[in-house]
């Protein structure tokens, strides 16, 4: 069974900053991996897909790596603004698609 | 645009009633769907695992009696909760994968909040 970890649990920093949520899972044949934001109260906004072929994409001031061997992904935030504040999740996709615990952000003006 | 519907996107039902989720693929056929509830604070958790046609894979304490999944084609499964109790009020979100165009995909329903009181 997929096991996902998301160090840290919580994260607090100034509006800026640079910052990296790790992620890593225990099973690596899987199909992609997706980074989603969650905001209070609300479902899931998907930020990345990465492909098991792939080493990283981006998206606008977001960057996510994966290196399926070592099971590990990493989402790298540039530039932190107050309006992204929210819990950050990866969840692996093989056989089936389990979540980490998540990454609680704030980014405080 | 949305490419996963779910229905109802809330409901609240008294106690000892069944209620259906409905989780639709819009614009591709969804060979496999997932099922996953949110209790408050908490990520969400695998409840089930679906493939079009056969019987879902349940998660350990997850009861297959009370959560009864259907998955008769490949735009449509459902989940019924089976004489809800308040335990389990929770926020229930479907995930459907498949083919989209050239692409294996992958993308979850905007969920449903259900509160049984």
């Known amino acids: 069974k997929q096991e996902v970890t998301q160090i840290p649990a919580a994260l607090s920093v100034p509006e800026g900053e640079n910052l990296v949520l790790n992620c890593s899972f225990t099973d690596s044949a899987i199909y992609n991996l997706q980074w989603f934001r969650q905001d209070p109260g609300k479902g899931l906004t998907s930020l990345l897909l990465?492909?098991?072929?792939?080493r990283e994409q981006t998206s606008g001031r977001l960057n996510a790596s994966l290196d399926k061997s070592s099971g590990r992904s990493t989402l790298y935030i540039a530039a932190s603004q107050p309006g992204d504040s929210a819990t950050y999740l990866c969840a692996p996709s093989g056989n089936d698609m389990r979540f980490g615990a998540g990454t609680r952000l704030t980014v405080k003006p | 645009g949305a490419v996963v519907s779910q229905h109802p996107s809330w409901v609240i039902c008294k106690s000892g009633t069944s209620v259906k989720i409905e989780c639709r693929s819009l614009d591709f056929q969804a060979t496999t769907m997932f099922w996953y509830r949110q209790f408050p604070k908490q990520s969400l958790m695998l409840m089930a695992t679906s493939n079009e046609g056969s019987k879902a894979t349940y998660e350990q304490g997850v009861e297959k009696d009370k959560f009864l999944i259907n998955h008769a084609s490949l735009t449509l499964s459902t989940l019924t909760v089976t004489s809800a109790h308040p335990e389990d009020s929770s926020f229930y979100i479907c995930?459907?994968?498949?083919?989209?165009?050239?692409?294996?995909?992958?993308?979850f329903g905007p969920g449903t909040r259900l509160l049984v009181l």
């Open positions: 990465i492909q098991s072929s792939q």
């Open positions: 995930s459907a994968r498949g083919q989209r165009g050239a692409t294996e995909t992958q993308y």
